[in-house]
T-cell receptor, first 114, second 115 residues
Framework: DQQVKQNSPSLSVQEGRISILNCDYT??????FLWYKKYPAEGPTFLIS?????DKNEDGRFTVFLNKSAKHLSLHIVPSQPGDSAVYFC?????????????FGKGTHLIIQP | DGGITQSPKYLFRKEGQNVTLSCEQN?????MYWYRQDPGQGLRLIYY???????QKGDIAEGYSVSREKKESFPLTVTSAQKNPTAFYLC??????????????FGEGSRLTVL
């Protein structure tokens, strides 16, 4: 049973436009959500996070929105740049639960076209 | 600089052989993790450890073994019992297991190919 779902395996966006990556979750116990960015043959790097008590968190070109009632979050990248081409993983954390770290989605491959 | 070092970056193994992947961190993190990445499968948890001399199975522990004799080190052995070992393996650590924002810091990964 997938607790974190990223239903779009890939997404193509024109340079300069907005990229919107979506993520759905089923575990109501998640109280933090994180986004990671991954280039081929490298480890993922942390991008941005949001607490479940907030509905928005912004860091430069990156904004994450959380809709708890819909169990849905999204990552917005504005404007999209060529270096943003990567795989993006959404992850949820139940900080009061088991100590097994984050639960990841399967990732979305973002392709920024010139 | 602080970080997580995985070695080797690329490794080839013949069927039936065990192989050990190294993971060392100098971030003074208590918790360490091993994930496996396959195309279209995301990151799947193999084993994790919250403290020295203690570790727990993740979602796909069969065919793998770990040890945590030192805080800085968390090696993963891929045994011959692992049916499909060819994958990209990622080691990670965090400040506190199960608490805080849960941010994981990842190593660069090790690509294992079974010939």
């Amino acid at each position: 049973d997938q607790q974190v779902k990223q239903n779009s395996p890939s997404l193509s966006v024109q340079e300069g436009r907005i990229s919107i990556l979506n993520c759905d979750y089923t575990n109501s116990m998640f109280d933090y959500f994180l986004w990671y960015k991954k280039y081929p043959a490298e480890g993922p790097t942390f991008l941005i996070s949001i607490s479940s008590i907030k509905d928005k968190n912004e860091d430069g070109r990156f904004t994450v929105f959380l809709n708890k009632s819909a169990k849905h979050l999204s990552l917005h990248i504005v404007p999209s740049q060529p270096g943003d081409s990567a795989v993006y993983f959404c992850a949820g954390l139940n900080s009061g639960g088991g100590a097994d770290g984050l639960t990841f989605g399967k990732g979305t491959h973002l392709i920024i076209q010139p | 600089d602080g970080g997580i070092t995985q070695s080797p970056k690329y490794l080839f193994r013949k069927e039936g052989q065990n192989v050990t992947l190294s993971c060392e961190q100098n971030l003074n993190h208590d918790a360490m993790y091993w994930y496996r990445q396959d195309p279209g499968q995301g990151l799947r948890l193999i084993y994790y450890s919250q403290i020295v001399n203690d570790f727990q199975k993740g979602d796909i522990a069969e065919g793998y073994s770990v040890s945590r004799e030192k805080k800085e080190s968390f090696p993963l052995t891929v045994t011959s019992a692992q049916k499909n070992p060819t994958a990209f393996y990622l080691c990670a650590s965090s400040r506190r297991g199960g608490g805080g924002t849960g941010e994981l810091f990842f190593g660069e990964g090790s690509r294992l190919t079974v010939l």
